[in-house]
């Protein structure tokens, strides 16, 4: 079993920025990517930003030059650095790491951005 836990959310006006981070435990030997989704109120879940253990990454249009996402292998942590938030990037954001059998999620994390 994978443990996920995030934290960084919270309330920021448009063009600030937040840090989202998720810290892994148990059994991660297996794990490659790992992936940041977010969910807004009435819409479907969304890959935002995804990185691999080689750390290639991989980001969504609506976010490309805005967020960055990197990961800490010696503290198996993952980070999200948004930049230039705007409202729409208000959600709940997920960490996702991908292992050998299935798929984990953390509890999510609430974004909400003001105008």
């Known amino acids: 079993q994978v443990q996920l836990v995030e934290s960084g959310g919270g309330l920021v006006q448009a063009g600030g920025s937040l840090r989202l981070s998720c810290a892994a435990s148990?059994?991660?030997?297996?794990?490659?990517?790992m992936n940041w989704y977010r969910q807004g109120s009435g819409k479907q879940r969304e890959l935002v930003a995804s990185i691999t253990t080689g750390g290639i990454t991989n980001y969504a249009d609506s976010v490309k030059g805005r967020f960055t996402i990197s990961r800490d292998n010696a503290k198996n942590t993952v980070y999200l650095q948004m930049n230039s938030l705007k409202p729409e990037d208000t959600a709940v954001y997920y960490c996702n790491a991908v292992g050998t059998m299935r798929h984990y999620w953390g509890q999510g994390t609430q974004v909400t951005v003001s105008s």
């Open positions: 148990g059994s991660i030997f297996g794990i490659n990517t």
